[in-house]
């Protein structure tokens, strides 16, 4: 394989020096570029596109070839990937976000479920990180990710996305036995998909535990956090030679970093909810954090943009250990320069909190 | 006016021993009950249910009329009624939530809004509480409340529901000064709002500020909680010789209860992402607290909800202090003897913790 030109987000991830501090943007390959839009155009529609190895592999390099502080490549998929694989019929309605021809509601359907081989049944994922990483030749690390048990189980049970969960959490509260069993098959799942996704090439994994935060705190703890324990467990953590490390991101999890912090991962991802330097408190040592400007300040200007980066970069304060992100996906509505804005400011105004 | 035969409620937000942990729940005069279904038909639409004081009435006693269990009554209205008595024009689209008909943009617009006076602009508010006062007649408190400044603010300057807050994020961090001029008009009218509805019979008020979560930490400080702090400086604290409980309840505000517990408020709503228990001994003995089960546990089995009901109680633990409540509304597909067995369980369980 070919060596790292830039290795600062990997160094950041693990606690070793840098020179600034490295960013990259949760959802960065999307719709507010325009390069990418045309890229979806030409493939048809978004599972097309995520099919495809190619044009994934194209739009996963865009954001670098336009933003070139960018110091990490994140696959472009989708969270979804795993159900999909287990039979269940992946669909986008136009304006209502993903949806399941099958839909889980008994012990019986899951059962019946397989858990998915990499190659064999994901094999266009790993076609993709095999694409990106040959063609990143080096540039960057690539980022490997995959949603949470608890999130894919919410959009298995209840068929796409929901506001109240009102089936997965009845089934959770009703029947834990049976959320158990699904969630149990979905973090062997995960941990087969992360290991497939390292073997080919992800030099670094994130877990997006989107809806871990709609959770009660003991809730989260047994059904949430458990099963992402369990696959950090089972993950390949040296490959290449190198660690590979692990972030875990729960959306609304700033109460829970204490706990997060156990599981054995690198790093935590944080929502803009939390104040980044009391996190870096709770934490101490033993993880490092990604996050976390809200991602609507990109609707503000890019003075205004420059402020809060520094804001946040101060509150982190001196020494490795932060990846700069948003605390959540960029939104489609941002201008393009909006996003130069953050990139440039979080290179330029880190340099001195790694003096 | 008539004593009070039922002050558990009241006696637990001032943290004076109670027999049993006082619950009522976010919504409960709400279209889960085919009562206020009805009610809701013979009005026409929502707006016109709440500007008519003799109906607001009649759905406001509908819950505690099928559920002996519950220790308070809340003004049955809705948050947005300061921004339709500045002129904004409140209306609702199907299957859209509130809209308005003039949107906020500018500095221009913020100076131009009036501060509505309670009794004149607002009248249909203060004789509702009037009138279910004088209905109640003693059987429990009532409660008043106010939408914060800064959840306001979002519906105003969005012109309705928003997913990312664009226009009023914008606002805050582009022109910080409108916003904050803005959330200053907002903030002296729920003041003088809030005030209306004690003089007119309130025994309690709870501010929601259902979107100060979506804030960064230090966006919350500044832009939410201050606009709570200067309204709870400005409140009648005492009203027919007895003490006006202040709640405040941030959604998603788990993180900051230190802070909003240095208001001065006598009690923190919390929602259910929270451990109560931990809360409890994060603000110590300055404030009582009020929830938290997670609304989505009312679609599990009556046992499930029982169950639920028994670990929040254990979670806070022996003594006053304690108001049982939902982390949320109850949302309208919830069947109304799951409701019944929540109440049931908090009154029943909950006396051991009180002997």
């Given at each position: 394989m070919t060596a790292l030109k830039n290795d600062r987000f990997l160094r950041a991830l693990?606690?070793?020096?840098?020179?600034?501090?490295?960013?990259?943007?949760?959802?960065?390959?999307?719709?507010y570029l325009p390069e990418y839009r045309a890229t979806r155009a030409k493939a048809g529609d978004f599972v097309s596109l995520m099919k495809n190895p190619?044009?994934?592999?194209?739009?996963?390099?865009?954001?670098?070839?336009?933003?070139?502080?960018?110091?990490?490549?994140?696959?472009?998929s989708d969270i979804l990937t795993i159900p999909d694989a287990m039979g269940q019929g992946l669909y986008f309605e136009t304006g209502e976000g993903p949806r399941f021809r099958k839909i889980i509601r008994s012990l019986a359907d899951i059962e019946a479920l397989p858990i998915p081989d990499p190659e064999q049944d994901l094999g266009y994922?790993?076609?993709?990180?095999?694409?990106?990483?040959?063609?990143?030749?080096?540039?960057?690390?690539l980022i490997g990710?995959?949603?949470?048990?608890?999130?894919?189980?919410?959009?298995?049970?209840?068929?796409?996305?929901?506001?109240?969960?009102?089936q997965s959490k009845a089934m959770l509260y009703s029947d834990p036995q049976a959320m158990h069993a699904l969630l149990g098959k979905l973090a062997d799942s995960v941990t087969a998909y992360l290991n497939g996704q390292i073997r080919a090439g992800a030099q670094a994994v994130q877990i997006f535990d989107s809806w871990g935060g709609s959770l009660s705190a003991a809730a989260y703890q047994e059904f949430s956090l458990a099963y992402m324990q369990k696959i950090v467990n089972g993950l390949i953590r040296e490959h290449e030679g190198r660690r590979v490390p692990v972030i875990l991101f729960t959306k609304g999890g700033g109460l829970?970093?204490?706990?997060?912090?156990?599981?054995?991962?690198?790093?935590?991802?944080?929502?803009?909810?939390?104040?980044?330097?009391?996190?870096?408190?709770?934490?101490?040592?033993?993880?490092?954090?990604?996050?976390?400007?809200?991602?609507?300040?990109?609707?503000?200007?890019?003075?205004a943009i420059r402020t809060e980066v520094a804001r946040i970069l101060k509150a982190y304060g001196a020494g490795s250990g932060h990846?700069?992100?948003?605390?959540?996906?960029?939104?489609?509505?941002?201008?393009?320069?909006?996003?130069?804005?953050?990139?440039?400011?979080?290179?330029e105004l880190s340099a001195p909190y790694h003096a």
């Amino acid at each position: 394989m070919t060596a790292l030109k830039n290795d600062r987000f990997l160094r950041a991830l693990l606690k070793q020096p840098v020179d600034v501090t490295p960013v990259w943007m949760m959802r960065q390959a999307g719709r507010y570029l325009p390069e990418y839009r045309a890229t979806r155009a030409k493939a048809g529609d978004f599972v097309s596109l995520m099919k495809n190895p190619e044009l994934a592999c194209e739009v996963t390099l865009q954001p670098l070839d336009r933003y070139p502080q960018i110091d990490a490549a994140i696959l472009f998929s989708d969270i979804l990937t795993i159900p999909d694989a287990m039979g269940q019929g992946l669909y986008f309605e136009t304006g209502e976000g993903p949806r399941f021809r099958k839909i889980i509601r008994s012990l019986a359907d899951i059962e019946a479920l397989p858990i998915p081989d990499p190659e064999q049944d994901l094999g266009y994922v790993m076609d993709a990180v095999r694409t990106i990483r040959r063609e990143l030749n080096g540039r960057v690390p690539l980022i490997g990710f995959s949603g949470s048990p608890w999130t894919l189980a919410t959009y298995m049970v209840e068929g796409g996305s929901s506001k109240d969960f009102r089936q997965s959490k009845a089934m959770l509260y009703s029947d834990p036995q049976a959320m158990h069993a699904l969630l149990g098959k979905l973090a062997d799942s995960v941990t087969a998909y992360l290991n497939g996704q390292i073997r080919a090439g992800a030099q670094a994994v994130q877990i997006f535990d989107s809806w871990g935060g709609s959770l009660s705190a003991a809730a989260y703890q047994e059904f949430s956090l458990a099963y992402m324990q369990k696959i950090v467990n089972g993950l390949i953590r040296e490959h290449e030679g190198r660690r590979v490390p692990v972030i875990l991101f729960t959306k609304g999890g700033g109460l829970w970093l204490e706990s997060m912090a156990e599981t054995g991962a690198e790093a935590l991802g944080l929502d803009w909810t939390c104040d980044i330097g009391q996190a870096r408190a709770r934490v101490g040592d033993k993880v490092a954090l990604q996050g976390n400007m809200d991602p609507s300040v990109l609707y503000a200007t890019p003075a205004a943009i420059r402020t809060e980066v520094a804001r946040i970069l101060k509150a982190y304060g001196a020494g490795s250990g932060h990846v700069f992100n948003l605390g959540h996906g960029i939104t489609p509505q941002v201008d393009p320069a909006h996003a130069a804005a953050f990139f440039e400011a979080v290179h330029e105004l880190s340099a001195p909190y790694h003096a």
